[in-house]
């Protein structure tokens, strides 16, 4: 199994900064190589929807409405994918998810989820 735990969210008003992070743990003994970390967001009453990606070579890819705003990162040696958001905006506001999808060194595909960690952006 794979253990995925954001942290980083909370209160920030209109123009805010805010920092997630994403920390990946294996199950001792398991080898899990992971392709790509994804940000989704869920806000009240919302679809989720895709925030940013990034892959093993460290593609980026964001929707538009974070583009120019968010910066999605991976640090391979700590385990950890960071969403360092800035200039927040209200519409924002939302549970972030983290998803980490690869293989446990066979063709078969996984994917987990974190936990969600809050963010909220007031006017």
């Known amino acids: 199994q794979v253990q995925l735990v954001e942290s980083g969210g909370g209160l920030v008003q209109t123009g805010g900064s805010l920092t997630l992070s994403c920390v990946a743990s294996?199950?001792?003994?398991?080898?899990?190589?992971?392709?790509?970390v994804t940000w989704y967001r869920q806000g009240s009453g919302k679809q989720r929807e895709l925030v940013a990606r990034?892959?093993?070579?460290?593609?980026?890819t964001y929707s538009d409405s974070v583009k120019g705003r968010f910066t999605i990162s991976r640090d391979n040696a700590k385990n950890t994918v960071y969403l360092q958001m800035n200039n927040l905006k209200p519409e924002d506001t939302a549970i972030y998810y983290c998803?980490?999808?690869?293989?446990?060194?066979?063709?078969?595909?996984?994917?987990?989820w974190g936990q969600g960690t809050q963010v909220t952006v007031s006017s």
């Open positions: 998803n980490a999808d690869g293989s446990w060194g066979t063709p078969l595909e996984y994917d987990y």
């Open positions: 294996v199950a001792p003994g398991g080898i899990f190589s992971i392709n790509r």
């Open positions: 990034i892959t093993s070579g460290f593609t980026e």
